[in-house]
Each structure stands twice: as C-alpha cells, then as structure tokens.
C-alpha cells in the first residue's frame, strides 16, 4: 500500500467517524489532512536532523582514517555522541553580532538556507509509492527550490558587511549559478528516455537496468557527481570558503545557533546530491537486473555517494577560480550537450 | 463579495481564500520595498519575495510548470544577476545620503494614480468570458506539444532572442583586450 | 477556484502601477531594472490568471507567460552589461547623471 493510499484511507475512516459521532465530516477531513502534513513534515524535520548528525560524525571518522588517525573516540561508543555533543555546544554558545552587520538580511540569511534544503527533502524516494510529496514535476521543483539557496548566500554575503564574507558569497554564487547548468543537461537524457520528471516514474523506468548500464549513463552520472560537487562547495570546489584565503566565507560572521544552521543545510545539501545521483542513475530503491526492491538500498546508496564525496575531499586539490571556470563552461557544458544529442539521436533512429 | 460569504465555504475554500489575500498583501509589501527603499540591495531582495509570491499564486492557479519555472527563472537567475549589478556598482549605490529618486515624483504620482483609478473602476464591473474548467486542465505536457507545434515559430524566434541577448551581454561587459 | 478572477486582476494591477511609479522615479539604474521586471511579474500574474479562467484546456496564456519570462531574463543579462559598461566609464549608474547624448 502506498503513501497515498494509506492517508486517503485514514481520511475517509475519520470522516466517517465524524459523522457519525454528528461533526461536520468535512472539517474533520481537513484537520484530519493537516495533521498528516504535520506528522509527515515532523518525520522528514526527524530524519534531517539525525541524517546530518551521522554525517557530521562520519565526516570526521572517515578524514580521520584518510590520514592515519581514529577521529572522534571520546564521547559514546566509537564517538558515535560526538555530534550531539557539538550540537550542544553550539546551542550554548553566546550568540554575537557584529555591530555593523545589516541586521534584517545578516538574520534572516541562516534560515531561508534552510528552508530550500528542508523542503527538498519532501521528495526522498523512501519506496515505491512511499515518496512524501512525489510531484509530477518533481526534479523540476527540486533544482527550482536549489537556487533560492543562492539568494541566502547573497544575504549572508552582503548582510556580514565584511569583505571575506562578501567575496566568498560572490564566488559561491558564481560558482552555483554555473555548475548549475551542467548539472540540469545531466539528467535531461535520463528525462527524455522516461518521459517523465517525477522521482516515482524514474526510478521505475530503472527497475530493471539502471540509468549506469550504459555510454551516455556514465558520461552523465560523471558529469552529475562533479557538477554537484561544485554546487554544494565540496572540495575540489571549495573556493567559496578557502580557509587560507578568505577565513570562512560568507558564513565568517556568524556563530552559535545561526553557524550550526549553515552547517546543517551544507550536509543536508550533500544528501541532496547523492538522493538525486541515486534515484537518477543508480535505480533509487531497486537493486539491478530485478534482484529485489528495499528502502534499505536507497538509503545504502545515499550513503556510498555521500563516502564518494568525502574521499573527493581528501584526494584533490582545490582549483583556482579561473580553473573552476574554465572547466565548467568549456568541458562539462559541450560535454553535456553532446551527450543529450547523442541520446536524441539514438531514441529517434530507434523510435 | 458580499454573496461570496453568504454561501457555506468548504475548508479547502477557506485555505484558498486566506492564502491568496495573505499572498498578495506579501507581495504588495514586498513591491513597495523595491520602489521605496534607499538601500538597494535591500530592493533586490523584495523582487525576490514577490516573484516567490507570484509563483504560489502560478500553483493557486495550477500552473505548477510555470510556478516552478518562475523560481527558477526569476529568483535563481534574475534576482541573483541584478545582486551581481549591485555589488559591483557598490560605490555608486551605497550610501544612505545619495538621493534615490529624481525630481518627477509628483507627476509620477500622479501618472500612476490616473491609471489605478481608471482601471480600478472598470476591473470589477467588466463581464469577463470566463468558463468554468471541465476536464484536464493545462499540465506541462499540454505545453511542451503546443511549443513544438503551433507556437514553433515564436519559440525558435525566443531562443534566437535570448541568443543574441547573451552573445551581446559578453561583448558588451569584456574588457578590450590590450 | 473560489477567487473570482477580479481579484487576480486588481492584485496584477497593483503591482504593475508600483513597478510603473518606481521605473518613473528611481534614479539609480538597477532600481528601473528592477520596477521593470516588477512590471512584467504583474503581466505575468494577468496572463495565467486569464489562462485559467478563460481557456484552462489549452493554457495559451501560460505559454505567453514563459515568453514573457524568456525576454525578461534576457533583459536582465543585457541590462548587468550596460550597466557595468556605464559604470566602468562614469563612475556613476545614476540615470539623470548619464547624459551625455543630451546636449
């Protein structure tokens, strides 16, 4: 039984329930529908919080043994608490303003960064039928919400009124807006061969060879996993916030509770990544050649992308902005695009 | 109005009805910040929220293609290259004495209420020929076709447009090179 | 839809006269960019609203409103050139200032 089906079964069973007990049938529906979008937004605000809390730790653990240390050991079994242990930390913290900062915009900036990051949560493929809010349009709605993210940036770059942050909110939009177009063309072929841009319809179009298996599938997913590196400021492309040179970014100013938000919504954005990158490529919850279908691989391969990710980290060097540039527009767009034509052409003569 | 409230209004009815004046008395807020402000960053910001604002009004309309378009379109491209504009001519914006606006402010004013009043007075009392939707409504298949077919000529003439536009923005902002 | 299309209309004007006030009194350049495109957010509203209410079956005038959409972001990209261009030159992106072919 899927997600949809279970909530319009509980919402007949409460209106009639209403009914009979004499309230008006269609207010209990609503309330009824609203506290379903309640306990589903709670569940995913949940799953975010713990999702980012293991990130943060795996982080730290896997840096570590990348450079022949343990990483955290201290607090819990394998350090396991040593997040929650921060999290406490920064919630204690003095709060400090600098007093030239542009108050409203420096304010508002640590919560519309997460406002998209949450929201696209709402399309995490758990299992078949089982995607909190599977839209038509859903990969649409999707890097659509993604770019009001470049819009806090900017806030949080020009509201600091200092010039690090406001370099690094320049660079990390420059560098969103750009990587942003490659990243789109990347899954245009994967669209074009399902027919269709909501997460639920992909995934089944992949339920018996995913979208890896093959030239242009490759060339794609490449061209994704880079892209998406770059968008999130992982690094390979962490100019936006290179320590030697601009302290910490746009994010410099800030501390305690509106830093950790900065945090959260960064690993929130890298389950984002690797959500899309296994639900476009990798077959989302189904394993291949029809071997089976679990929530378990879907959250395994979230996983995998994101540990890609973290060995990206330790493994390049930083570019140089012109690099970064250069490579975006001159390797990965043609790139891209020839691979979209080559898709075109391969479906009409096939067609 | 007056028999809008006489009949009894589902739920959903009531969500509609108090999200849209919600929405709009945002976006007119918002609308005002750009004109108003002195600080222009500030006036980006509120062309922001109201193209958000207009893109849940596009979903209250269904037209979630265009909604999502609007975001996209307007809050991660236009608003994000008129902040670029700003932070470069910051010398030239920047400060809270520079005067914001010009000397036609009466006229303007004046201009501009003409134009309310008279259209104010015709919106409401127009018969407008609307019909009452049956059947599928607009979704983005219904547009992706009528693109690729009767509206295949204006579509190619937009892409040479925003061709031409890009090509002319580079030639325009490069430097000469020495 | 229980919003008549009235109200749709009134809120489209509303927006457009602020964008038409401020396109006719800012004097830095970006801000008429901006009334501008406030302008043409309005004419958007205008046109899906019309879309729905009057043709919701073949949503002609959400395919206006993507052109719209198209030119307006082509607008912007021209618009950031000749402003950086008149900035590197007059020091100054002040449309009252910027009057050289005036004589």
Redesign the interface.
Same mark, same amino acid.
Do not use: C
């Given at each position: 039984m899927s997600l949809l089906e279970l909530t319009d079964k509980l919402i007949q069973w409460v209106s009639e329930m209403a009914r009979t007990q004499g309230y008006s049938p269609e207010w209990a529906g609503f309330f009824t529908a609203i506290a379903i979008m309640l306990a589903v937004g709670g569940f995913v605000l949940g799953f975010i919080s713990v999702v980012a809390m293991l990130l943060i730790w795996m982080e730290r653990k896997v840096s570590g043994h990348m450079q022949s240390r343990i990483g955290p050991n201290r607090v819990g079994p394998f350090g396991l608490f040593q997040s929650i242990a921060d999290a406490v930390k920064l919630l204690l913290k003095e709060d400090i303003a600098p007093k030239m900062v542009d108050k409203p915009v420096w304010w508002l900036a640590p919560i519309i960064i997460v406002v998209p990051a949450v929201l696209s949560f709402l399309c995490f493929p758990f299992h078949k039928g089982w995607i909190p809010l599977d839209l038509n349009l859903g990969l649409l709605f999707i890097m659509a919400i993604g770019s009001v993210s470049v819009i806090a940036i900017f806030m949080a770059g020009y509201g600091s009124n200092n010039k690090y942050s406001l370099i690094g909110g320049m660079r990390t939009v420059a560098q969103i807006i750009s990587y942003e177009v490659p990243a789109i063309l990347a899954i245009v072929p994967v669209v074009m061969l399902a027919g269709s841009l909501s997460f639920g319809q992909i995934i089944e179009a992949q339920s018996f060879r995913w979208n890896l298996f093959s030239l242009w599938g490759i060339v794609s997913f490449i061209i994704y996993v880079i892209s998406g590196t770059a968008e999130i400021n992982r690094t390979p492309f962490d100019i936006p916030e290179a320590e030697s040179e601009l302290v910490a970014g746009y994010h410099t100013e800030y501390s305690g509770m509106k830093f950790a938000l900065f945090f959260v919504a960064e690993y929130t954005n890298m389950v984002i990544v690797s959500m899309i990158a296994s639900a476009v490529f990798l077959g989302g919850y189904y394993l291949p050649f029809g071997l089976g279908a679990s929530p378990v691989w879907m959250l395994l391969k979230v996983f995998a992308m994101i540990f890609l990710l973290m060995w990206f980290r330790w493994t390049f060097p930083r570019l140089r902005v012109d690099q970064m540039m250069i490579f975006g527009w001159k390797v990965l767009l043609p790139i891209s695009f020839a691979n979209i034509a080559w898709v075109g052409i391969w479906m009409a003569l096939k067609l | 109005m007056t028999e809008?409230f006489n009949t009894a209004?589902?739920?959903?009815?009531w969500t509609?009805?108090i999200s849209?004046y919600g929405i709009?008395a945002l976006?007119?807020v918002a609308?005002?910040m750009? &004109?108003t402000l002195r600080?222009?960053?500030?006036?980006?910001?509120g062309?922001?929220a109201?193209?958000?604002g207009?893109a849940a009004?596009?979903l209250?309309?269904?037209?979630?293609?265009?909604a999502?378009?609007? +975001?996209?379109?307007?809050?991660?491209? &236009?608003?994000?290259?008129?902040?670029?504009?700003?932070?470069?001519?910051q010398?030239?914006?920047h400060g809270k004495l520079v005067?914001?606006?010009?000397d036609?402010?009466t006229i303007?004013?004046i201009?501009?209420l003409s134009?309310?009043a008279l259209?104010?007075w015709k +919106?409401?009392t127009t018969v407008?020929?609307?019909?009452v939707?049956t059947?599928?409504?607009?979704?983005?298949k219904?547009?992706g076709t009528?693109?690729l077919k009767e509206?295949i000529m204006?579509f190619e003439v +937009?892409s040479i447009?925003?061709l031409v536009?890009?090509i002319?923005?580079?030639?325009?902002?490069r430097r000469e090179p020495k | 839809m229980i919003v008549p299309l009235a109200h749709f209309l009134i809120l489209s004007l509303i927006i457009f006269c602020i964008g038409l006030y401020g396109a006719l009194t800012r004097r830095n350049a970006v801000g008429i960019l901006m009334s501008v495109e406030l302008m043409l957010n309005a004419a958007n509203i205008n046109l899906v609203a019309f879309s729905r209410f009057v043709s919701p079956q073949s949503g002609t005038g959400q395919i206006f409103a993507v052109f719209v959409m198209a030119l307006a972001a082509a607008s912007v990209a021209v618009g950031l050139a000749i402003v950086i261009c008149i900035y590197r030159n007059h020091r100054t992106i002040a449309a009252d200032k910027i009057d050289l072919m005036k004589w």
């Open positions: - | 809008l209004l589902t739920p959903w009815e509609q009805l849209f709009a976006m007119i609308a005002l750009v &004109v600080n222009i960053f500030h006036s980006a910001l062309l922001a109201v193209a958000l207009a009004i596009y209250m309309l269904d037209a979630e293609f265009l999502f378009v609007q +975001i996209l379109v307007y809050v991660g491209a &236009v608003v994000t290259l008129i902040a670029f504009m700003v932070m470069l001519t010398r030239a914006s005067r914001q606006s010009n036609q402010k303007s004013f201009v501009v134009l309310f259209l104010i +919106i409401p407008w020929n609307t019909t939707s059947g599928n409504l607009a979704d983005a219904t547009l009528a693109f509206y204006p +937009i447009v925003l536009a890009l002319g923005a580079i030639v325009l902002a | -």
